[in-house]
């Protein structure tokens, strides 16, 4: 019988990346805007300067690669911070330009919650990281509360490999939707948003030995696996008193109604109810996204899975409205 879902990532978390670069499609940058970082392309199998910070790419440079099928650029890890705050600065924008397609509103938003939540989750202790989450959090209900299109055009993006930081955001989508779909107020979906991105922080401060062992964990291991919620309190505490909603999320996301969970071995509604939102969605988002141990299923069979192996650890109500949710919108059903 399958209890839960493994809560480490297939990767190092971003805490402890090795690659010194980041990929970023350059359908993301603008022609003739400036760019504050330097962009590299693969050659060879090396990475290669093509054009320093603040200089502008041009239009004809952007054909250019396009004409060649090159579809990425690649960003020095040094500069994560600055390519970060860049796109910050342009998902306001984007976000808000009339004559941008909806799905390009949606690749861009996901591509720079990614690359924000990257840079956040370096030092989350940073008194500018929940400020950073909240702004961004702000920008996802605001745009998948336009309507149905608009979160059908982000859980197409929302199949994807496994890494701490993209399962994040995903998470945080699926958490954020289950809410509207409850009719919870834009307050609540706002610090549920916020809690959902931040659920996994306190693997920072979990052995890197842990987090990416490739076999199974020791009763010991697990032991320290299991006190990431309360790591991420800790993290998180330092920035002062946190939100209820935003707690709860973070502490309660692998507590199960039947009693069986952790930290605290909460039983039915004694788990908060943002907690049951996050513990759900975090699970379904395992399940359809690849692991190094498993193929991403497709909703409908991720659903069932739930239903057959995991349905006494998980608030069936809300599975229930799980359930309604990706049947009506998710391409992947």
């Known amino acids: 019988m399958i209890e839960s879902t493994d809560t480490r990532g297939d990767v190092p978390s971003p ?40 200089l502008p790419l041009t239009m004809d440079d952007l054909n250019a690669f396009k004409a060649r099928g090159i579809v990425q650029f690649y960003v020095d890890g040094r500069a994560k911070k600055s390519l970060a705050r860049y796109m910050e600065q342009e998902l306001a924008v984007r976000l808000k330009d009339p004559n941008l397609p909806l ?114 964990l020791t009763p010991d291991e697990w032991l320290v696996m299991k006190q990431h919620p309360e790591y991420g309190l800790d993290l998180l505490r330092v920035h002062g008193e946190l939100d209820p909603i935003v707690e709860a999320a973070v502490v309660g996301h ?39 141990y498993h193929a991403a299923a497709r909703s409908f069979d991720a659903l069932n899975i739930i239903k057959d192996h995991m349905l006494g650890g998980v608030d069936p109500e809300l599975f229930k409205e799980l359930v309604v949710l990706l049947a009506r919108n998710d391409p992947n059903w």
């Open 15 to 54: 805490t402890h990346r090795t690659d010194p670069f980041i990929t970023l499609e350059f359908a993301r940058l603008r022609a003739d805007e400036d760019i504050p970082f330097d962009l590299y392309v693969l050659n060879g199998g090396q990475y290669v300067l093509f054009r320093k910070a603040h």
């Open 254 to 292: 692998h507590e199960r109604i039947d009693g069986r969970g952790y930290p605290y071995g909460l039983k039915s509604h004694e788990v908060p109810l943002p907690g049951r939102i996050v513990a759900l969605a975090d699970i379904y988002d395992a399940l359809t996204t690849n692991r190094s």
């Open 103 to 216: 799905d390009e509103k949606s690749a861009f938003l996901m591509e720079a919650s990614r690359i924000i939540m990257d840079d956040l989750f370096t030092h989350p202790e940073s008194p500018d990281t929940l400020p950073r989450v909240r702004a961004l959090v702000e920008h996802t209900v605001g745009f998948i509360a336009t309507g149905r299109q608009a979160f059908r055009s982000v859980i197409k993006l929302c199949t994807h490999d496994y890494y701490t930081y993209t399962h994040t955001l995903h998470v945080e989508v699926y958490s954020v939707a289950l809410g509207m779909q409850l009719g919870m107020s834009q307050s609540f979906l706002k610090k549920l948003g916020e809690g959902a991105l931040l659920h996994d922080v306190g693997k920072a401060k979990v052995p890197p030995s842990i987090l990416t062992k490739p076999g199974p």
